[in-house]
Structure formats: C-alpha cells, structure tokens
C-alpha cells in the first residue's frame, strides 16, 4: 500500500489527538494553544449534544461521570455516519457493545439509555401510517384492529420511565415493565405503562398475519395466559383497546377477511 500522502498523516494525526489528547500526540508545527481551542471545541459541543439528547442520564450522573463516558466514547467508537440525528444511536451502541458498566454504575444505565434513544428514534421517525382500508371509528372486537406505526412496545427490567435525580432503582422490578411509546397528531412522544396482558395484546395485534379480530386475538390470549374467564377478558379488552385508540396507538381497525 502507498504512503499516505503528508497532509493526509496530519489529519489523521489530528483526529487522533481530538479523540484521545492523553495518549494521542499532536501533529507537529501546531502551537498547543490552538490544538487547545479544537479539543475543548469538538469535546463540549460533543458532551452537551449528546447530554441534550439523554437528559436524564446527563441529570442523574455527576459532571465528572458524564465527561468520562463522552471521552470514552470519542476513544473507542468508530461512527459509521456523520449525520447529528444518528448520534444518539451511535452512543447507544457504544453502551451496549464497547462499555463495560462499572461497579458504581447505576444498573439501568443502558435500559435508561435506551429509552431515551427510543424517544429520539421516534420523534424523528419518518414511518407513515397505511389508512387505506382502515375505520378510524370501527368496532375494535368484532374488526381487525391496527396499530399505529408511529408506536414502539418495549420490555425493560426497570421502570425506566421514572427513573430521575430522585427516583434511582437499585434493583429490578419485580415483573418486567412494558412500555408503548407512541407519537399522535400532535407530533408529540408520550408513553402508557401496559399491563403483561394488554403488552400481549399489542404484541398481538402487530404480528397478525392471520387478520384475527380484536376478539379473537383476546381469547386466544385468555387460552396463553390460562385466564379463567374468557368473556371476561374480551370485555377488560375491548375497554383497553379503545383507550389504544383514543391515545392514537392504534389508528382504527379493517374489516376481517
């Protein structure tokens, strides 16, 4: 392979340097006072873009902390995009696959700053909903219900959603938390903490290859579940599901085949 030509081995050498100044020298001929404007530079903007982006991890971890894991960040991720809107995905990825929690870690920090991202991902999330077909005022049982593709549903095992400077869960909760994060009209991120069963019933609904209506969905989930009462269940159901659509998790539903 060539040589790089010598302006390309300074470029080089100066990303080094912003990355990782500790270990990383600089590229020769540049007075420290001016390296020393682009590292604080590309480090603060950097450290206050991401900690706007995971507010309540930036909330919830000291000044000292947070630095920490924006310079760990810079050393060891190789970003595979230079767009702003992914960043927030490359630090996720950076959590969950290049950073070893440490003892003093809070131990929701990665689902924390999952949640977090999937906030971000959903804001910006140029998905459509298919209406065609679909009854925004149908009967949600006897019709084949439709979810929103503006809605995410997540397991966590802790409550994420509450997690602040004031609330730090040391430990799991004692079932999983499911959460639907979802974006209506107002084009606005808001949640609903679901039950196991209403998680179940939204799972459901997603992968429905089969069209089965709202009560049928219901009362194979009733069979799953081994819940007792059946007509039961359809009825808890159907008031759930047209709370789903008030909110705008679902968006109606189609006629079954």
């Known amino acids: 392979m060539a040589e790089l030509p010598e302006f390309q081995k300074k470029q080089y050498a100066f990303a080094a340097h912003i990355r990782d100044p500790d270990h990383a020298p600089a590229p020769e001929g540049i007075e420290d006072r001016r390296m020393g404007v682009y590292r604080n530079l590309f480090f603060n903007n950097l450290r206050n873009l991401l900690g706007g982006m995971f507010p309540v991890t930036r909330k919830i971890l000291s000044d000292d902390r947070w630095a920490h894991l924006i310079r760990l960040f810079m050393q060891r991720h190789r970003a595979d995009t230079p767009y ?3 960043l927030p ?5 950076f959590l969950q696959h290049e950073y070893e929690l440490q003892e003093d870690d809070f131990p929701f920090l990665l689902e924390l700053a999952h949640y977090e991202y999937a906030e971000i991902e959903l804001s910006i999330s140029e998905d459509v909903n298919d209406v065609d077909g ?3 005022e149908a009967d949600l049982v006897a019709n084949v219900p439709v979810k929103s593709a503006l809605t995410r549903v997540f397991a966590y095992r ?9 609330y730090l869960p040391q430990e799991p909760a004692e079932q999983p938390v499911f959460l639907a994060l979802y974006r209506g009209e107002d084009d606005k991120v808001h949640f609903l903490e679901l039950n196991p069963v209403t998680a179940g019933l939204l799972e459901a609904i997603e992968h ?12 194979s ?8 009462d059946a007509d039961a269940l359809v009825a808890h159901g159907a008031t759930a599901l047209n ?12 006629p079954p085949a």
């Open 89 to 93: 995905r490359e630090f996720l990825d």
């Open 243 to 254: 709370e789903m659509r008030q909110l705008e998790i679902l968006t109606g539903a189609r």
């Open 221 to 228: 989930l009733a069979k799953q579940i081994g819940y007792p």
């Open 158 to 166: 802790y409550p994420v959603h509450r997690v602040s400077p004031d």
């Open 134 to 136: 679909v009854d925004p």
């Open 84 to 86: 702003f809107l992914q």
């Open 208 to 219: 429905n290859e089969k069209g089965q209506t709202g009560e049928q969905m219901l009362r």
